[in-house]
């Protein structure tokens, strides 16, 4: 597609539920990044995916928070018993195989997770 | 670890005035640096970015960056600002060894007034 793409743009979750969000990164991106962004803060690093192999999830706030990206392609991160505390816009990213800094990373618009 | 502060949470600025955003950065290693705009209800955009060479960076839409090692800073600047400018803007940086990982700032709103 034209740039990253993610669904659902906006999410309302009763506190316990479980949610899935999706990212369709660039074609042909093989790296792709999770982040989380609280209401006026930055955002904050989840993950990291060159192809499906999931590089670095160190920024995954705990065991209810799981990422993946079976044929390195799309990816969906999944919270289980959302909490409200989990409330926050996910923003995805893609970029091609030198990351950061010898690519450009594009972001998506983010999905917003709102847990009530 | 590496972190971010952007000292200016929020700045307004006329119409073709002068802008600077603040950022200074903490780490013990060599880092990269990003500057990131973002627009209402949109994703991230790079302005420009810093890996090495000229301290210098210029970057789209008239930004542009300059790195100062002792001083840890890292700030943003444009001469001249205009109406569509206003939004917020992201200072981040990566370390040499932590690979892929974006460490953000808070963000400096901008409000450009006519």
């Known amino acids: 597609g034209a740039g990253v793409s993610q669904s659902p743009r906006y999410k309302v979750a009763k506190r316990g539920q479980d949610v899935a969000l999706r990212c369709d990164p660039i074609?042909?991106?093989?790296?792709l990044f999770w982040y989380q962004q609280a209401l006026g803060q930055g955002p904050e690093f989840l993950t990291y995916f060159q192809n499906e192999a999931q590089l670095d999830k160190s920024g995954l706030p705990s065991d209810r928070f799981f990422a993946e990206r079976p044929e390195g392609s799309v990816s969906t991160l999944k919270i289980q018993r959302t909490q409200q505390e989990d409330s926050a816009v996910y923003l995805c990213a893609s970029s091609g195989p030198q990351g950061i800094r010898g690519n450009t990373i594009y972001f998506g618009e983010g999905s917003w997770l709102t847990v009530v | 670890a590496q972190s971010v502060t952007q000292l200016d949470s929020q700045v307004p600025v006329f119409e073709e005035a002068p802008v600077e955003l603040r950022c200074n950065y903490s780490s013990s290693v060599s880092v990269y640096l990003f500057w990131y705009v973002q627009y209402p209800n949109q994703g991230l955009q790079l302005l420009l970015k810093?890996?090495?060479?000229?301290?210098l960076v210029k970057g789209i839409n008239g930004f542009e960056a300059e790195f100062n090692k002792s001083q840890t800073s890292f700030h943003l600047r444009k001469p001249s600002v205009h109406i569509s400018d206003t939004a917020e803007y992201f200072c981040?940086?990566?370390?040499?060894?932590?690979?892929?990982?974006?460490?953000f700032g808070g963000g400096t709103r901008v409000l450009v007034k006519p």
């Open positions: 981040a940086v990566s370390e040499g060894a932590a690979g892929n990982k974006l460490t």
């Open positions: 074609s042909g991106h093989v790296s």
């Open positions: 810093y890996l090495s060479g000229s301290t």
